[in-house]
T-cell receptor
Framework: LAKTTQPISMDSYEGQEVNITCSHN???????ITWYQQFPSQGPRFIIQ???TKVTNEVASLFIPADRKSSTLSLPRVSLSDTAVYYC??????????FGRGTSLIVHP | EAQVTQNPRYLITVTGKKLTVTCSQN?????MSWYRQDPGLGLRQIYY???????DKGDVPEGYKVSRKEKRNFPLILESPSPNQTSLYFC?????????FGPGTRLTVT
């Protein structure tokens, strides 16, 4: 199972773009990269998943370079409601998810 | 509505009194799991189940039991709860890479 490393915390301001990078140097060929968002006292919520290049949905974009050893979750124009913990997970189809501590994002007015 | 439900949402109990937290999903997912979340420790997996009658230990299984007699239900059993099991518990089910989490159960053991 690929180990992931992401910053413990980040600060931003409303309206800014936030990029959270996750390192996964030993990612396997069949591994996908998945990001979750968690608000206090709630279960994590799936944000986005990708395998390579760029994936975009209504919430975020996920950028994955050609070597796939890292990935960047991009949140455009954050608001106060984006304050949450963001988790990066890496694994194949039947992987056992390990969430770790995630990145605590605080958005300031 | 597709969802994972847990009951109870809040529970205060005493040391040694057996309890069960129920978890049910209506999405016909094969994979289900239980996590506990404690301040500064993130989400830690307790047990998981790849399918009916198949369960495996996660990272912190001590003091817990589970069963998977049918696909939709995955109860978490604490035979003899202790104060160090005071935590926020989440049940989840998964389809492919996307996990769906329940609303959580906040357990306090005194």
């Amino acid at each position: 199972l690929a180990k992931t490393t992401q910053p413990i915390s980040m600060d931003s301001y409303e309206g800014q773009e936030v990029n959270i990078t996750c390192s996964h140097n030993n990612i396997a060929t069949n591994d996908y990269i998945t990001w979750y968002q968690q608000f206090p006292s709630q279960g994590p919520r799936f944000i986005i998943q990708g395998y390579k290049t760029k994936v975009t949905n209504e919430v975020a974009s996920l950028f994955i370079p050609a070597d796939r050893k890292s990935s960047t979750l991009s949140l455009p124009r954050v608001s106060l409601s984006d304050t949450a913990v963001y988790y990066c997970l890496v694994g194949g189809q039947g992987y056992i998810p390990t969430f770790g501590r995630g990145t605590s994002l605080i958005v300031h007015p | 509505e597709a969802q994972v439900t847990q009951n109870p949402r809040y529970l205060i109990t005493v040391t040694g009194k057996k309890l069960t937290v129920t978890c049910s999903q209506n999405m016909n997912h094969e994979y289900m799991s239980w996590y506990r979340q404690d301040p500064g420790l993130g989400l830690r997996q307790i047990y998981y189940s790849m399918n009916v009658e198949v369960t495996d230990k996660g990272d912190v299984p001590e003091g817990y039991k589970v069963s998977r007699k049918e696909k939709r239900n995955f109860p978490l059993i604490l035979e003899s709860p202790s104060p160090n099991q005071t935590s926020l518990y989440f049940c989840a089910s998964r389809l492919g890479g996307e996990q769906y989490f329940g609303p959580g159960t906040r357990l306090t053991v005194t």
